[in-house]
Protein backbone atom coordinates (compact mmCIF):
# COMPACT_ATOMS: atom_id res chain seq x y z
CA UNK A 1 0.00 0.00 0.00
CA UNK A 2 3.04 2.62 1.20
CA UNK A 3 4.41 1.71 -2.50
CA UNK A 4 1.46 2.55 -4.42
CA UNK A 5 0.59 5.73 -2.88
CA UNK A 6 4.30 6.58 -2.80
CA UNK A 7 4.36 6.20 -6.83
CA UNK A 8 0.77 8.20 -7.22
CA UNK A 9 2.77 10.78 -4.91
CA UNK A 10 5.99 11.20 -7.17
CA UNK A 11 3.51 11.05 -10.82
CA UNK A 12 1.57 13.98 -8.83
CA UNK A 13 4.38 15.64 -7.70
CA UNK A 14 6.32 15.23 -11.40
CA UNK A 15 2.87 16.61 -12.89
CA UNK A 16 2.85 19.30 -10.69
CA UNK A 17 6.30 20.27 -10.98
CA UNK A 18 6.62 19.86 -15.05
CA UNK A 19 3.00 22.09 -15.10
CA UNK A 20 4.77 24.72 -12.92
CA UNK A 21 8.10 25.02 -15.06
CA UNK A 22 6.19 25.07 -18.37
CA UNK A 23 4.32 28.40 -16.43
CA UNK A 24 7.39 29.68 -15.15
CA UNK A 25 9.46 29.60 -18.60
CA UNK A 26 6.60 29.84 -21.29
CA UNK A 27 7.77 26.88 -22.95
CA UNK A 28 6.08 23.41 -23.76
CA UNK A 29 7.51 20.98 -22.38
CA UNK A 30 7.62 18.98 -25.66
CA UNK A 31 9.76 21.32 -27.04
CA UNK A 32 12.31 21.62 -24.44
CA UNK A 33 12.30 17.68 -23.68
CA UNK A 34 12.50 17.28 -27.70
CA UNK A 35 15.13 19.64 -27.33
CA UNK A 36 17.34 18.04 -24.87
CA UNK A 37 16.63 14.90 -26.10
CA UNK A 38 18.65 16.09 -29.92
CA UNK A 39 21.47 17.36 -27.54
CA UNK A 40 21.57 14.13 -25.91
CA UNK A 41 21.55 12.28 -28.80
CA UNK A 42 24.07 14.78 -30.35
CA UNK A 43 26.47 14.90 -27.25
CA UNK A 44 25.84 18.72 -26.99
CA UNK A 45 24.26 18.84 -24.09
CA UNK A 46 27.64 20.02 -22.29
CA UNK A 47 27.77 22.79 -24.51
CA UNK A 48 24.36 23.84 -23.33
CA UNK A 49 25.02 24.06 -19.81
CA UNK A 50 28.60 25.88 -20.65
CA UNK A 51 26.16 28.88 -22.41
CA UNK A 52 24.07 28.65 -19.50
CA UNK A 53 26.84 29.19 -17.67
CA UNK A 54 28.80 31.71 -19.91
CA UNK A 55 25.61 33.89 -19.82
CA UNK A 56 25.01 34.26 -15.99
CA UNK A 57 28.59 35.32 -16.00
CA UNK A 58 28.24 38.06 -18.42
CA UNK A 59 25.71 39.45 -16.58
CA UNK A 60 27.70 39.15 -13.33
CA UNK A 61 30.38 41.37 -14.74
CA UNK A 62 28.29 43.87 -16.36
CA UNK A 63 26.83 44.45 -13.19
CA UNK A 64 30.36 44.74 -11.70
CA UNK A 65 30.85 47.31 -14.62
CA UNK A 66 28.13 48.89 -13.87
CA UNK A 67 28.83 49.30 -9.98
CA UNK A 68 32.01 50.25 -10.88
CA UNK A 69 30.67 53.00 -13.68
CA UNK A 70 28.49 54.19 -10.58
CA UNK A 71 31.24 54.39 -7.73
CA UNK A 72 32.98 56.85 -10.11
CA UNK A 73 30.39 58.93 -11.93
CA UNK A 74 28.65 59.72 -8.17
CA UNK A 75 31.36 59.25 -5.75
CA UNK A 76 30.06 56.75 -3.42
CA UNK A 77 31.93 55.93 -0.44
CA UNK A 78 33.36 52.34 -0.56
CA UNK A 79 31.05 51.07 1.44
CA UNK A 80 27.74 51.93 -0.47
CA UNK A 81 29.34 50.36 -3.61
CA UNK A 82 30.36 47.40 -1.82
CA UNK A 83 26.67 46.80 -0.52
CA UNK A 84 25.39 47.74 -4.17
CA UNK A 85 27.78 44.88 -5.80
CA UNK A 86 26.54 42.56 -2.90
CA UNK A 87 23.07 42.61 -3.90
CA UNK A 88 23.70 42.59 -7.68
CA UNK A 89 25.96 39.44 -6.95
CA UNK A 90 23.13 37.97 -4.97
CA UNK A 91 20.88 38.58 -8.08
CA UNK A 92 23.33 37.54 -10.16
CA UNK A 93 23.25 34.27 -8.21
CA UNK A 94 19.44 33.54 -7.98
CA UNK A 95 19.74 33.79 -11.52
CA UNK A 96 22.14 31.41 -11.52
CA UNK A 97 20.24 28.92 -9.68
CA UNK A 98 17.23 29.78 -11.69
CA UNK A 99 19.43 28.63 -14.83
CA UNK A 100 21.07 25.80 -13.50
CA UNK A 101 17.50 24.09 -12.11
CA UNK A 102 16.08 25.07 -15.65
CA UNK A 103 18.68 22.70 -17.26
CA UNK A 104 18.34 20.44 -14.27
CA UNK A 105 14.38 20.14 -15.02
CA UNK A 106 15.68 19.35 -18.37
CA UNK A 107 17.42 16.76 -18.44
CA UNK A 108 15.50 15.22 -15.96
CA UNK A 109 12.68 15.48 -18.11
CA UNK A 110 14.70 13.62 -20.97
CA UNK A 111 16.10 10.96 -18.74
CA UNK A 112 12.81 10.09 -18.19
CA UNK A 113 11.59 10.44 -21.83
CA UNK A 114 14.71 7.99 -22.53
CA UNK A 115 13.85 5.69 -19.84
CA UNK A 116 10.32 5.92 -20.90
CA UNK A 117 11.06 4.65 -24.59
Known amino acids: MKFIVGVATGIVLGAAGAIAY ?12 ESVRSDLQQG ?22 QVRASMGETGDTLETATDDAADRAADA ?25
Open 22 to 33: SAKSGQDLREVA
Open 44 to 65: TLGSRIERGIGDVQAQVEDRLG
Open 93 to 117: IAQAGDTAEAVADDAAAAIEDRAGS
